[in-house]
């Protein structure tokens, strides 16, 4: 049984910086994808980076220059560094993976921003 565990959350000031990790547990193989989505009370779930294939990412633009995703060689962790945090990026943070064409997620870690 696979299964997705996070750490690395936290309260932080505004200005900070903290590094996310996700690392999959249970697969013989690693993911073809790789993704952290945030969910702020009150709001819906949104995308914030991914990383498929031979390394493509993508990102929210409210993260572009200050959010950096990346994984390692087994393509069974990945990282997200946020620096430059802001208030507004306070949420419960998820990874998803995608293993043999199935999803899975985490459970989420807190990540809050002081002003």
């Known amino acids: 049984q696979v299964k997705l565990v996070e750490s690395g959350g936290g309260l932080v000031q505004a200005g900070g910086s903290l590094r996310l990790s996700c690392t999959a547990s249970g697969s013989p193989v690693g993911a073809v994808a790789m993704a952290w989505y945030r969910q702020a009370p009150g709001k819906e779930r949104e995308l914030v980076a991914s990383?498929?294939?031979?390394?493509?990412?993508n990102y929210a633009d409210s993260v572009k220059g200050r959010f950096n995703i990346s994984r390692d060689k087994y393509l069974k962790s990945t990282y997200l560094q946020m620096n430059n945090l802001k208030p507004e990026d306070t949420a419960v943070y998820l990874c998803?993976?995608?293993?043999?064409?199935?999803?899975?997620w985490g459970q989420g870690t807190q990540v809050t921003v002081s002003s």
């Open positions: 990383i498929v294939g031979g390394g493509t990412t």
């Open positions: 998803k993976m995608v293993i043999r064409q199935t999803q899975y």
